[in-house]
């Protein structure tokens, strides 16, 4: 009797072993299966084995390439060029007689379009001194920017910070590209040097893009990890269609929010991804980033196929999918809000799934994470299809990760900042460029007037 209770308690046991290990298994080849398509992985972690694409966009019917009445950007002759090279035939190709005398009846013009021999250009600055008949010596007042006795110039130092922080050269590589193409003599000190020179020079636009974007109707929000003093910081980002404010803070939450001074005052439409932090600025009116929902979705139905008994059997997650996109392609069609009857229609398919269906999730962790994006879904409805009903509100929040996107090429090249004091400077300048771009400005010609001293101003256009 001993011994079966023995083996009964020990069967007890291993089951309940076993599905401990079932639990922990199912969470381990969810997150195997995580990739850019089904989570907020970025692409560049699938590696090698990057899954096949899946786009959930329907066919446009339209021919791919360019379409008609695009412009393009094709290199085209112009009428005045800097040289003309004229090639004359010296015999006919058919009797073989000179034409030195022949008469001229055609040309046919080709341009080759290529830069000058790359040369620095040395101004010199004399000041000069006299001395008045009083016996006093009087030298002439320098310049604004003529400093040194060998400084370099602000054209200069525009490429500088353009190739350091607009194309994201590392700052070594940058010296080195300067002292090759120019033969002058650049160290990464001196391009540090630059760099936090054109940043200190950026407050007033800040304070200004500050403004415009508190001003505006629409937000995007957005925050990434970014290493700077061997620690991790944040980069936030706040954005409009015309004006880009990004900040550097140790924090991710409210404390970095309030710091960058614009969701404290901000009474506009925040797009954001639904992260708790932004629901506790109450006079927001929240759009959420449905971008970021489908691919928890897809997540979703990956799960149910690998997992279900019946791979066919409909998943919760795919009517959500499928209603979502209809309400987003009907936008798209009228240019406008959707239909009443339509949109209540699809939210209450949405609704319906997230509450009763959803039983249909699995066990354990993986189950939970389904569990809470069903509630998620049924209480945040009206925020996620706030684009169906408001034109103003977009569908995503794409264009915030856009304006942040840059930052981890910049930690893939250089691995962080070295320096809080650098990842402010990067934050300003990734400001400013981002912002100037919105506005149709070239970047180098946007830090050439950083470098004189006349950084572009939103209230100076």
């Keep these: ?129 006299k001395r008045c008949a009083c016996g006093t010596s009087t030298r002439a007042d320098a310049p604004s ?103 550097c803070h140790r924090r991710r939450g409210r404390e970095a929010m309030n710091a960058a001074g614009i969701l404290p005052v901000f009474t506009g439409i925040a797009v954001h991804d639904c992260w708790s932090p932004y629901d506790t600025y109450p006079q927001l009116t929240h759009s959420l980033c449905n971008a970021h929902l489908l691919r928890e979705l897809i997540a979703v139905v990956d799960h149910h196929l690998a997992y279900a008994d019946d791979p066919r059997s409909c998943c919760w997650a795919s009517q959500v999918i499928d209603s979502l996109m209809a309400i987003k392609d009907h936008t798209d069609t009228r240019a406008g809000p959707a239909d009443a009857g339509l949109l209540a229609g699809h939210r209450r398919l949405i609704v319906d799934a997230a509450h009763i269906r959803a039983a249909q999730v699995l066990p354990g962790k993986v189950g939970q994470k389904h569990r809470a994006l069903a509630r998620r879904i049924g209480t945040r409805i009206d925020d996620y299809l706030r684009f169906a009903c408001d034109p103003n509100a977009p569908f995503d929040n794409n264009a915030a990760e856009r304006e942040i996107r840059m930052a981890k090429l910049r930690q893939k090249v250089s691995g962080g900042m070295r320096t809080l004091a650098g990842a402010e400077h990067f934050a300003a300048l990734r400001s400013y460029l981002a912002t100037t771009a919105k506005h149709g400005i070239d970047g180098l010609d946007a830090l050439t007037r950083l470098a004189t001293g006349n950084p572009w101003i939103p209230q100076s256009t």
């Design 1 to 129: 009797m001993e011994l079966v209770e023995t083996l009964v308690r020990e069967n007890t046991e291993l089951k309940a072993h076993i599905a401990r290990q079932d639990v922990r298994i199912a969470e381990l080849e969810r997150q195997l299966a995580a990739n850019s398509r089904n989570s907020s992985k970025p692409p560049s972690s699938d590696g090698l084995g990057k899954p096949a694409p899946k786009s959930l966009r329907t066919k446009t019917g339209r021919k791919p390439g360019g379409q008609h009445g695009h412009k393009g950007d094709t290199l085209r002759q112009i009428t005045d060029p800097d040289e003309v090279i004229r090639h004359e035939p010296v015999c006919c190709t058919g009797c073989g007689a000179g034409l030195a005398r022949a008469r001229e009846v055609g040309v046919a013009r080709r341009q080759i379009f290529d830069l000058p021999p790359a040369t620095i250009h040395v101004t010199e600055h004399q000041l000069i001194t």
């Design 145 to 247: 920017g003529v400093n040194a006795p060998a400084a370099y110039g602000p054209r200069v130092s525009a490429v500088m910070v353009y190739l350091y922080m607009g194309q994201y050269l590392s700052k070594s590589r940058t010296a080195h590209a300067l002292s090759e193409l120019f033969s002058i003599p650049v160290s990464a000190g001196t391009v540090s040097a630059a760099t936090a020179r054109a940043a200190g020079d950026l407050d007033e636009f800040r304070t200004e893009v500050t403004a415009r974007i508190i001003a505006s109707d629409v937000a995007h929000f957005d925050e990434t990890g970014f290493r700077a003093a061997g620690a991790l910081h944040w980069l936030h980002s706040a954005s409009t269609s015309l004006f880009t404010l990004i900040t």
